[in-house]
């Protein structure tokens, strides 16, 4: 990969990387705007227009309602079951200003105009072809609103103790990720692509998921162990020929030692754009 923010306008693979096993799940619904989308709660106001695109399970979708009540808030996936799940945690949660339907970032289903506020988070990392999708984005965008991003960057994530199985992870998870038609150091490049998408005016700020205590590393550190070997990454690993089982049960067992070490520190740094333009 090179660090031109130019991405092809066609790929021969996307895929998402994670899929939605129930470990995946168990810490999508641990977001929420103020640990995911801090950066634009300046931006919020009661009775703006918003469009959440790959919402998940929803719960930031929820979260945003809440926030710009009465103003409506669209959630679209590419997953028909994770939409039903988000649609049923709004219908749960009494939150009547959002709805849900499965979408395609490349072909948004509405008009010119149509939105104050389009919000992506962990989603441009996982597509094929940023630049078209910001452009989709950007068409959808109502005069003077923003587009609001945030997506990990996997070239910074740090971690101790070094354990040689989280290093084979992550060497494993970046093979799978750019497999599967993606970036996983995606949050250093949204400014660059916003940019070539045609927004003028683009802020950048940065942030970081830390997880440290033991409730924290229990609660990450056994979500990703069920996630290197019953998970979506765990199939497309073996699929790419990047690992095989037994590869995947190591780093599992080096997920759970990294868990139990009272010394153990994980931080996940992420690049935010807010864009107008």
């Known amino acids: 990969m090179t660090d031109s923010p130019e991405r092809p306008e066609t790929a021969p693979r996307e895929h998402y990387t994670h899929g939605h096993h129930e470990s995946v799940l168990r810490s999508h619904t641990w977001r929420t705007v103020a640990n995911s989308a801090a950066y634009l709660i300046p931006h919020l106001a009661a009775g703006l227009t918003l469009l959440d695109v790959g919402c998940g399970p929803g719960t930031i979708t929820v979260d945003l309602a809440r926030r710009i009540a009465p103003g409506r808030v669209v959630g679209i996936d590419a997953s028909a079951e994770i939409i039903e799940h988000a649609a049923g945690l709004a219908f749960d949660e009494g939150v009547r200003n959002a709805s849900f339907q499965v979408g395609d970032v490349y072909s948004l289903g509405f008009a010119d105009d149509s939105f104050d ?161």
């Open 117 to 277: 506020i389009v919000h992506a988070h962990q989603v441009i990392q996982h597509v094929a072809n940023p630049v078209a999708a910001m452009r989709e984005i950007r068409r959808v965008l109502r005069p003077g609103g923003i587009f609001a991003a945030r997506d990990v960057d996997y070239g910074g994530v740090m971690y101790y103790p070094r354990l040689q199985g989280l290093s084979e992870w992550m060497t494993v998870y970046r093979d799978v990720h750019y497999w599967n038609g993606g970036d996983p150091d995606a949050g250093r490049a949204l400014k660059a692509w916003a940019r070539l998408a045609g927004f003028s005016d683009v802020e950048s700020s940065a942030s970081i998921w830390c997880f440290a205590n033991a409730i924290e590393r229990e609660w990450w550190g056994e979500s990703w162990a069920v996630r290197a070997t019953e998970s979506s990454f765990a199939t497309h690993a073996i699929e790419a020929g990047v690992a095989d089982f037994a590869d995947l049960q190591a780093m599992a067992a080096a997920w759970r030692q990294w868990a139990a070490d009272p010394d153990g520190w994980f931080g996940m740094p992420h690049g935010e754009i807010i864009a107008r333009g």
